[in-house]
């Protein structure tokens, strides 16, 4: 069982940066691979990045790809994703969640989410 908490979301003008951060509670944290997903109003869920359990691979989908970095501490428990370059399309609900499966971007296979967190970009 993990139970995941976000954080970090906030408003932030176009070009900016925002870091999020998930925590984790279960001790097995470090034996998942770790995603962050998105879901705008009116919006399908949409996959962000994802994080292999030891940090040593990550997977991007190609909308955030070189603006989006995600990152795990597995002493801390948490999971980052630092946002920068900021633009209109990436206002969202941003949530964090586990999967017992490899690099997965598809969300019906993430057995665990957190609440979510509202990500605002102003033009």
């Known amino acids: 069982q993990v139970q995941l908490v976000e954080s970090g979301g906030g408003l932030v003008q176009a070009g900016g940066s925002l870091r999020l951060s998930c925590a984790a509670s279960?001790?097995?944290?470090?034996?998942?691979?770790m995603g962050w997903f998105r879901q705008a109003p009116g919006k399908e869920r949409e996959f962000v990045a994802a994080?292999?359990?030891?940090?040593?691979?990550?997977y991007y989908a190609d909308s955030v790809k070189g603006r989006f970095t995600i990152s795990r501490d597995n002493v801390k428990n948490t999971v980052y994703l630092q946002m920068t370059s900021l633009k209109p399309e990436d206002p969202a609900v941003y949530y964090c969640?586990?999967?017992?499966?490899?690099?997965?971007?598809?969300?019906?296979?993430?057995?665990?989410w957190g609440q979510g967190t509202q990500v605002t970009v102003s033009s």
């Open positions: 969640a586990a999967s017992e499966l490899y690099l997965d971007s598809s969300w019906p296979n993430y057995d665990y």
């Open positions: 279960g001790r097995t944290f470090s034996s998942y691979t």
């Open positions: 994080i292999s359990w030891s940090g040593g691979n990550t």
